[in-house]
């Protein structure tokens, strides 16, 4: 219904000088669609107050909705284009009033956890980049055709949206970071079978992947008032360091149903780990924290295992963040399991001695794309030590890239098995009692002969030759548009 609409955004911010990649366009959209969001949001709640027999007091002050500056509408309902602002008249309204405007209610909102403080946030972060003030008219005329009444519609944005993610997050390896496979999430999801009434966090959220696949996991389960208020306000929460990843994040939990994201704009690491009480901690942690950044020295002050691996200082931070109990689904490097060096080898020794690290899922190369490196799962229970680790070593049965992404077939088994942990050619256990307590090494070491080696037919080959020379023209396109 809407897929053309997002497409055609798309090719008027190409054009414009001020965006330059898939993320400015993922960025600038984000902005644009919030406001006709929150818009969509305001006269719901106008038309259920006028039901009821009561005013609605309207968050943004009449100057600054949406039908006032953006879409103001002729009787007919179209757009009045003697009212409407075009060039440079609306970028400069955008740029002087408009986001100031809307900053400001970051100071002015009652509090972090309210839709005011998430406007001022948001506002406070980013800032227009679309230039010419014709094709902000362009953007914001197609951005006003889409629609957010009814369940349907919102359930199509949200999947372009996260398809504009996707893409993004294939863009360059910066945007990698924001993008886990939902397969992946999902089947991580299924095996901590969140509840309604648990506290569900992910300390380096991303785009909100796991919080929206949570949400969306729990949705069905929610059959009384009270549930989906809880799901709404007090179940999801999520902390994210870069400014672009913390809009998405608030715009795809926002376009999955959750009208003020418990999401803050932080760095989860400055944190000292030693500060964290009962009341902060969670039931239930998902994550894929990013791996390979070196933390600053004074950053890793806050943690008692010293290392400048971003990844290693977020699983200190999770395993204390979990209340006794609580179940975690982490992503990590595989190489986390057989470092050397002191922090790796205490990093496990904390893991195995103050968790349950039941299960270990091993992800085949090509599982991120891009990523150039291989991953595992950990899946543990904090408040017992490790008796016994359950290996799976997922095998596909082909390679793994752009044009074969894992999907949610490629994790039935595992998840079958993991009930049980039940032995296969792909999986098996390995008692604690007999690793090496010097090294604490629990490299993934399939006793059944290992992974084979996935050939791929001629016709793979040239799918993806073909979807590699697909890519090269698209950025040889881009280029010839700048230099033309």
């Known amino acids: 219904m809407f897929e053309q609409t997002f497409k055609n955004i798309d090719d008027i911010l190409h054009k414009?000088?001020?965006?330059?990649?898939?993320?400015?366009?993922?960025?600038?959209?984000?902005?644009?669609?919030?406001?006709?969001?929150?818009?969509?949001?305001?006269?719901?709640?106008?038309?259920?107050?006028?039901?009821?027999?009561?005013?609605?007091?309207?968050?943004?002050?009449?100057?600054?909705?949406?039908?006032?500056?953006?879409?103001?509408?002729?009787?007919?309902?179209?757009?009045?284009?003697?009212?409407?602002?075009?060039?440079?008249?609306?970028?400069?309204?955008?740029?002087?009033?408009?986001?100031?405007?809307?900053?400001?209610?970051?100071?002015?909102?009652?509090?972090?956890?309210?839709?005011?403080?998430?406007?001022?946030?948001?506002?406070?972060?980013?800032?227009?980049?679309?230039?010419?003030?014709?094709?902000?008219?362009?953007?914001?005329?197609?951005?006003?055709?889409?629609?957010?009444?009814?369940?349907?519609?919102?359930?199509?944005?949200?999947?372009?949206?996260e398809a504009k993610i996707r893409n993004m997050g294939n863009a360059g390896r910066n945007g990698g970071e924001y993008y886990t496979p939902r397969p992946l999430i999902r089947a991580m999801i299924r095996v901590l079978d969140p509840k309604i009434g648990e506290r569900i966090y992910d300390g380096a959220c991303g785009s909100a992947g796991f919080l929206c696949e949570a949400f969306d996991h729990l949705l069905p389960k929610a059959t009384k008032a009270d549930d989906l208020k809880t799901l709404q306000t007090r179940t999801f929460y999520g902390k994210e360091k870069k400014s672009l990843a913390y809009v998405i994040a608030i715009m795809n939990m926002i376009l999955h149903g959750i009208e003020a994201p418990n999401v803050i704009h932080a760095n989860t690491l400055?944190?000292?780990?030693?500060?964290?009480?009962?009341?902060?901690?969670?039931?239930?942690?998902?994550?894929?924290?990013?791996?390979?950044?070196?933390?600053?020295?004074?950053?890793?002050?806050?943690?008692?295992?010293?290392?400048?691996?971003?990844?290693?200082?977020?699983?200190?931070?999770?395993?204390?963040?979990?209340?006794?109990?609580?179940?975690?689904?982490?992503?990590?490097?595989?190489?986390?399991?057989?470092?050397?060096?002191?922090?790796?080898?205490?990093?496990?020794?904390?893991?195995?001695?103050?968790?349950?690290?039941?299960?270990?899922?091993?992800?085949?190369?090509?599982?991120?794309?891009?990523?150039?490196?291989?991953?595992?799962?950990?899946?543990?229970?904090?408040?017992?030590?490790t008796r016994k680790v359950w290996f799976y070593q997922l095998n596909p049965g082909r390679n793994m890239g752009k044009t074969n992404p894992l999907n949610d077939e490629d994790l039935v088994d595992f998840v079958e098995r993991q009930k049980t942990f039940a032995d296969s050619s792909q999986s098996w256990s390995v008692d604690v009692a007999g690793i090496d307590t010097t090294t604490y090494d629990l490299s993934v070491k399939n006793p059944n002969g290992g992974e084979e080696v996935a050939l791929r037919t001629p016709q793979d080959i040239l799918d993806e030759i073909a979807a590699l020379d697909a890519e090269s023209a698209e950025v040889l396109a881009s280029i010839r548009g700048l230099v033309a």
């Open 16 to 161: 414009d000088a001020g965006c330059t990649s898939e993320l400015d366009y993922t960025e600038q959209s984000s902005w644009l669609l919030f406001l006709k969001y929150l818009d969509a949001l305001e006269h719901d709640k106008a038309a259920e107050a006028e039901l009821e027999g009561k005013t609605y007091t309207f968050i943004l002050a009449e100057a600054y909705r949406w039908e006032a500056w953006a879409a103001p509408k002729a009787p007919d309902g179209r757009l009045d284009h003697n009212a409407a602002m075009t060039g440079d008249d609306l970028r400069d309204f955008v740029n002087a009033k408009l986001f100031p405007y809307l900053a400001g209610f970051k100071q002015r909102a009652s509090g972090p956890n309210t839709i005011e403080y998430k406007i001022g946030e948001v506002f406070g972060e980013i800032k227009n980049k679309i230039q010419s003030g014709y094709n902000l008219r362009d953007v914001i005329d197609r951005v006003d055709e889409l629609r957010f009444g009814s369940q349907t519609e919102k359930h199509e944005l949200s999947h372009l949206y």
């Open 270 to 385: 400055a944190d000292n780990i030693s500060d964290i009480q009962d009341r902060d901690r969670f039931d239930v942690i998902l994550a894929n924290p990013p791996f390979g950044g070196k933390e600053r020295k004074e950053v890793q002050q806050n943690f008692p295992i010293k290392t400048g691996e971003t990844a290693f200082l977020f699983l200190q931070h999770f395993i204390k963040t979990l209340r006794a109990g609580g179940r975690a689904a982490i992503v990590i490097k595989n190489t986390f399991l057989s470092n050397t060096d002191n922090a790796s080898t205490s990093i496990r020794k904390l893991l195995l001695e103050s968790c349950n690290l039941h299960t270990v899922l091993d992800m085949p190369g090509g599982t991120f794309q891009g990523a150039g490196v291989k991953t595992v799962v950990l899946f543990f229970e904090k408040g017992a030590p």
